[in-house]
T-cell receptor
């Protein structure tokens, strides 16, 4: 069964450093998302991406964040200068259409745990 | 604004039935999803509802009332492995971003 993959599984970085989180969405999917979950809190939407551009972003997704689809398979989230409060689990998700249908739902990758020291 | 409420914790007995409620108030609504999340893992899709009524998938059923802003997830024949958090999420907007509730932590005991 196809699945979303993410690397690395765990990233430790120093405050102020740049990090790039990588995702490989399901191959025939066209819509990509990043979410984050701070420990013990709810899953929060960051950004959606379609047709090589951001389609929607949340208030969390400020100028420190960027997303890119550098090739036909990878989808990346970059944080330019990490802060302590960026420590969280970051989930990538993908779907094949935004319309609601029996199988057109968002499937989540296993997540990257980001720890900022 | 967006507001999704669900109980923080529930406990149930193996083999029993449990109902997890979710109420929502959102500025846009496309559909309502239920995800299961084990500690430290990703959310996994369980079910979704767009129209009012009950959707059944094996041991799991989900109900939606759009007029009341209410949904529930029904889990039958509970197993120990069903101990997890259950996340209610509403999709809105043209690209279907998911807005999650805080989740209900379910503990199944023998």
């Amino acid at each position: 069964e196809p699945e979303v993959t993410q690397t690395p599984s765990h990233q430790v970085t120093q405050m102020g450093q740049e990090v790039i989180l990588r995702c490989v969405p399901i191959s025939n999917h066209l819509y990509f998302y990043w979410y984050r979950q701070i420990l013990g809190q709810k899953v929060e939407f960051l950004v959606s991406f379609y047709n090589n551009e951001i389609s929607e972003k949340s208030e969390i997704f400020d100028d420190q964040f960027s997303v890119e689809r550098p090739d036909g398979s990878n989808f990346t989230l970059k944080i330019r200068s990490t802060k302590l409060e960026d420590s969280a689990m970051y989930f990538c998700a993908s779907s094949d259409t935004p319309q609601i249908a029996s199988t057109d739902t968002q499937y989540f990758g296993p997540g990257t745990r980001l720890t900022v020291l | 604004g967006q507001n999704i409420d669900q109980p923080t914790e529930m406990t149930a007995t193996e083999g029993a039935i449990v109902q997890i409620n979710c109420t929502y108030q959102t500025s846009g609504f496309n559909g309502l999803f239920w995800y299961q999340q084990h500690a430290g893992e990703a959310p996994t899709f369980l079910s979704y509802n767009v129209l009012d009524g009950l959707e059944e998938k094996g041991r799991f059923s989900s109900f939606l009332s759009r007029s009341k802003g209410y949904s529930y997830l029904l889990l039958k024949e509970l197993q120990m492995k069903d101990s997890a958090s259950y996340l209610c999420a509403v999709t809105s907007g043209g690209y279907n971003k998911l807005i999650f509730g805080a989740g209900t932590r379910l503990a199944v005991h023998p």
